[in-house]
T-cell receptor, first 113, second 119 residues
């Protein structure tokens, strides 16, 4: 079965620090990859997505993610975080063959001002 | 961007009653909708996948008779929690997949979620 792993459950950073959140998945076929963010009290929003082409994807709010097929990874990065980035981040993988969207366990990010 | 409307956003019901949650794709056709449940301080758990015009596919451990899913049209899917109990209290979120013609690429958009409290 397809699975998605986010290794960091809780991350605490100071403002201006760099961020990298790990995401690994288990499915070996063609996938679409997503990062979602859920701010406190709000619903999920799409940060960025990868379908094909350039494996380095840029999203909103200065976030980017790199798809490394050989490592089955899609890590999220931001060079300099802000207090407003405090939220929970979810990696998700869509498996075209199985028509299944699977989420990782989420990473709760807290940015200290 | 595509909009998914989920209604109601909050509902309180008595034990033993049924609650229906609607998920609508407002400006696109969603061939597939996903229903998730979020337990406090935990990640989203996929409950079921529904394709328009066919029966939903439930994840292991999810009771089909308790969580009835209907995907009658390309813009509407409903989740009915039957004979609700306090342990069904949770946050339920739907997601609709945009199917692009002649493309395997897909993108999922989320509703705002429904906070269900069973008393």
């Amino acid at each position: 079965a397809q699975s998605v792993s986010q290794h960091n459950h809780h991350v605490i950073l100071s403002e201006a620090a760099s961020l990298e959140l790990g995401c690994n998945y288990s499915y070996g076929g063609t996938v679409n990859l997503f990062w979602y963010v859920q701010y406190p009290g709000q619903h999920l929003q799409l940060l960025l997505k990868y379908f094909s082409g350039d494996p380095l994807v840029k999203g909103i709010k200065g976030f980017e993610a790199e798809f490394i097929k050989s490592k089955f990874s899609f890590n999220l990065r931001k060079p300099s975080v802000q207090w407003s980035d405090t939220a929970e981040y979810f990696c998700a993988v869509y498996n075209n063959a199985g028509n299944m969207l699977t989420f990782g366990g989420g990473t709760r990010l807290m940015v200290k001002p | 961007g595509a909009v998914v409307s989920q209604h109601p956003s909050r509902v309180i019901c008595k034990s033993g009653t049924s609650v229906k949650i609607e998920c609508r794709s407002l400006d696109f056709q969603a061939t597939t909708m996903f229903w998730y449940r979020q337990f406090p301080k935990q990640s989203l758990m996929l409950m079921a996948t529904s394709n328009e015009g066919s029966k939903a596919t439930y994840e292991q451990g999810v009771e089909k008779d308790k969580f009835l899913i209907n995907h009658a049209s390309l813009t509407l899917s409903t989740l009915t929690v039957t004979s609700a109990h306090p342990e069904d209290s949770s946050f339920y979120i739907c997601s609709a997949r945009v199917k692009r013609v002649n493309s395997m690429n897909t993108e999922a958009f989320f509703g705002q979620g429904t906070r269900l409290t069973v008393v």
